[in-house]
């Protein structure tokens, strides 16, 4: 026998309690195992608190994929640390169950935490999508821009597409790859006076 936190009160209880004795949560709400519960961080989960996280949420997502922005994997990440816990919570069914069951208790709508899920589970495909967005809109609003990037230093020098959204993406990392004499110098030294200039 051992003892285990109760997911809804935080008490300490017998892990084989048939209901925790001071909320009444029943058993099948615990986890079979510590061992899942320890590696998803479900234990930490603070359903009173959940309500506040879902306006987090909504705010850091509106947020991030703010239209002035280029989302980094950095970003993404840090993002994603954020909200993982209870994310992972939210996906076992029978949490999720029961935190609909009390949602007027815990002070949250079921469309908000729906739409918390599906936002999580798409986040990359939404990054991708943004990213893409931010890229196209960057180089058309600076088109006459790239158009005399390094006219100073060769009037005859003109950056393809590629080359041109290789110098607007902002990600932690860029790896240009392409044959001798494709234009990898020239692509960096318009990236380096891009960030400079922009």
Known sequence: MALIKCP?????????AEKCPHCGLPSAYF??????????????????????VLL???????????????????????????????????GNELIFRYVSN??????????????FIRRMRSLDADVVSH???????????NKE??????RDIDPEIKLDEEQRRAV???DDYCLLVAGAGA???TTMAAKVKYLVDK
């Open 168 to 170: 607007v993406v902002d």
């Open 31 to 52: 986890f079979a195992s510590s061992e899942k519960k320890d590696a998803a961080g479900l234990k930490e989960i603070d359903y009173g608190n959940l309500h506040n």
């Open 8 to 16: 809804e009160c935080g008490n300490m209880i017998s892990d084989r």
């Open 131 to 141: 990213n893409e967005g931010f890229v196209s809109t960057h180089l058309a609003r």
């Open 56 to 90: 987090s949420f909504d705010r850091d997502y509106a947020e991030l994929l703010s239209p002035a922005h280029y989302v980094s994997g950095k970003d993404r990440d840090r993002f994603r640390a954020a909200y993982e816990k209870y994310y992972a919570a939210l």
């Open 183 to 185: 234009g990898k110098t």
């Open 102 to 115: 009390h949602a007027s208790e815990f002070r949250i709508d079921t469309a908000e935490l729906n739409g």
């Open 145 to 150: 821009y790239f158009d005399g990037i390094l």
